[in-house]
């Protein structure tokens, strides 16, 4: 069975465009959440989505987004890029929403803003 | 805000030594994760906690819910282990639905 699946794995962007981050969830999995890993930090909550509906939200400002589709995958969105949203982004699927859910990681999306 | 703190941030040492790494944190939990990140980024997960202690192979975690405190021991320690090692716990009560996370502990482990 595939784990989970995140796209592109790399990609360099100037300041002020825009850019869409793809992830696949495991199969079966209904609930995906997004993270913002910084270099030399650990990885911060930015979204949680299940059943195609938002259930928390980090401390990120409007230029973040996201959509979960029918087949449970979902798109991280960030608008008016800054140099400060290098980092890596990091998905995570899970059964359920549940807060014991246990999680499973993709390979992460590193994004470079020059 | 729930603060999570791990210690120590950087830990270096031989082969075969038994490792340990600690987590504390400020506010009442649900779920306690321990997770380990390789240097090309992606995360595995490693243990989920509520209570108690849970073993895999040479890795032990236990957690103290009343001190707020868990730690991850490596027995037996192997050059393979060496990696980032990230506690993260979720928040008992309301609001956002994800993770709180540590800096991570940076082990190497040398032949």
């Known amino acids: 069975d595939a784990g989970v699946t995140q796209s592109p794995t790399h990609l360099i962007k100037t300041r002020g465009q825009h850019v869409t981050l793809r992830c696949s969830p495991i199969?079966?999995?209904?609930?995906v959440s997004w993270y913002q890993q910084v270099l030399g930090q650990g990885p911060q909550f930015i979204f949680q989505?299940?059943?195609?509906?938002?259930?928390g939200r980090g401390n990120f400002p409007d230029r973040f987004s996201a959509r979960q589709f029918p087949n449970y995958s979902s798109e991280l969105n960030v608008n008016a890029l800054l140099l400060g949203d290098s980092a890596l982004y990091l998905c995570?699927?899970?059964?359920?929403?549940?807060?014991?859910?246990?999680?499973?990681f993709g390979e992460g999306s590193r994004l470079t803003v020059l | 805000k729930n603060e999570v703190e791990q210690s120590p941030q950087n830990l270096t040492a031989q082969e075969g030594e038994f490792i340990t790494i600690n987590c504390s944190y400020s506010?009442?939990?649900?779920?306690l994760h321990w997770l380990q990140q390789h240097p090309g980024g992606g995360i595995v997960s490693l243990f989920m906690?509520?209570?108690g202690k849970k073993k895999h192979g040479r890795l032990i975690a236990t957690i103290n819910i009343q001190e707020k405190h868990s730690s991850l021991h490596i027995t037996a320690s192997h050059p393979r282990d060496s990696a980032v090692y990230i506690c993260?716990?979720?928040?008992?009560?309301?609001?956002?639905?994800?993770?709180?996370f540590g800096k991570g502990t940076h082990l190497i482990i040398q032949p």
């Open positions: 989505y299940y059943e195609k509906e938002e259930r």
């Open positions: 199969s079966g999995h209904k609930s």
């Open positions: 995570a699927s899970s059964l359920l929403a549940g807060k014991t859910g246990e999680l499973f």
């Open positions: 993260a716990v979720r928040n008992s009560g309301g609001g956002a639905d994800g993770l709180t």
């Open positions: 906690l509520s209570s």
């Open positions: 506010v009442g939990i649900s779920a």
